[in-house]
Structures are given as C-alpha cells and as structure tokens.
C-alpha cells in the first residue's frame, strides 16, 4: 500500500512540474512554438514521464485550467440572485487576468474559450434548462452567449482594462436583461 501511495504522490509531482514549466515557459514563448522536449527539460522529467501523463500540451493546460473554470461555474450556478452571479463571474475573470492576458499573447485563448464553453452549455442545461430548445437553436443559444461574454472579457484584456470593472459588469449584464 505505501509503495503504491509513494508512486501516486510522484505521478502528482511530474504533473505539477511538467504544468509549471509549461506555465513558465508560455511567457516568453506562445503555445504553437513551445514543444514537449522544451517543457520536460524545464521540469526536470524524461518524455516517457510527460506522456504517461499527459497526450499534448494543450492537454496540460485543459487540466490545469479545467478546475478553475468548474469552480467558478459551480459557486455561480447555486446563487439565487442573478445580480451575485454576474458579480461571481467578474471576480473570476478579474482573479484570472493574468491568466487571459497570457493566453491571448501565448496564443491559446481559443482553449480557454471552449472550457468557458462547455461550463455555459452545462449550465444552461442544469440550471437553466429550455425544455423546448433542441439541438440548433439550444447550439446557436449556447454558441452567442458565451462567445459573447468571453469575447468581451478578453477584449477588455486586450485593451489594457481601460474601461472599470463597473462599466465591464454593466455591459455583461445587458445579456441577460
């Protein structure tokens, strides 16, 4: 038993490194550029440890970002007040600023994106459900409200957040007036 707790704690320890170091690496170079053998000389790993882990890069920071997105989507989906939930999600986008702002210059904001996806669509299924909306009008639904939202959270990145918060908020919230 503790041969088998002492290869899972290291399992968790290569992952750790291995997104560390990829992390680590995204701010001086973007996604497209960086490879495997890059990342697991940062961390300190053999290729044989990265992919026993993990199948791609882009798998390391779907893992890695994955938790953050399901945590917020959570805490928002059981607020009673509409108005908290807007004010949940502006905190999550303000506390993972730089988080954005390094995948739009590292260029993988689009799988940031499709985790904000995913986490929408479930929530208008479990919390919101349309009974009547199937298939393409339930897709193009899901599809215009978090394309929508995301897109005005990363373009108020990319402009240097010179609008407040408060004016990000107000705008965020005429989608669902």
């Known amino acids: 038993m503790a041969a ?3 290869a899972q704690n290291i399992k968790k320890d290569t992952r750790e490194w291995i997104t560390i170091a990829l992390l680590e690496l995204l701010q001086a170079k973007p ?7 890059e990342v697991v000389k940062k961390a300190g790993v053999s290729r044989m440890a990265f992919y026993r882990n993990f199948d791609t890069l882009e798998q390391v920071l779907k893992e890695y970002y994955e938790p953050k997105f399901a945590d917020i989507f959570h805490k928002v989906a059981f607020k009673e007040s509409h108005e ?3 004010t949940d999600l502006t905190s999550f986008f303000l506390d993972l600023s730089k988080d954005f702002q390094m995948a739009i210059e590292s260029d993988y904001k689009e799988l940031l994106y499709q ?3 995913r986490h929408i669509a479930r929530f208008y299924d479990e919390i919101i459900p349309f009974p009547d909306w199937t298939g393409a009008r339930r897709s193009y639904w899901i599809d215009f409200m978090s394309a929508g939202v995301f897109e005005i ?3 108020w990145f990319k402009n ?3 609008e407040t918060i408060e ?3 107000a705008l965020i919230r005429l989608f669902h007036k």
């Not at 996604?31 to 053998?37: A, E, F, G, I, W």
Request: glycine share 4%.
């Open 115 to 117: 985790i904000f996806k």
């Open 31 to 37: 996604l497209s550029k960086l490879t495997v053998s």
């Open 4 to 6: 088998t707790d002492h």
């Open 160 to 162: 240097g957040q010179q």
């Open 153 to 155: 959270w990363v373009m």
């Open 167 to 169: 004016e990000i908020s």
């Open 84 to 86: 908290q939930k807007i």
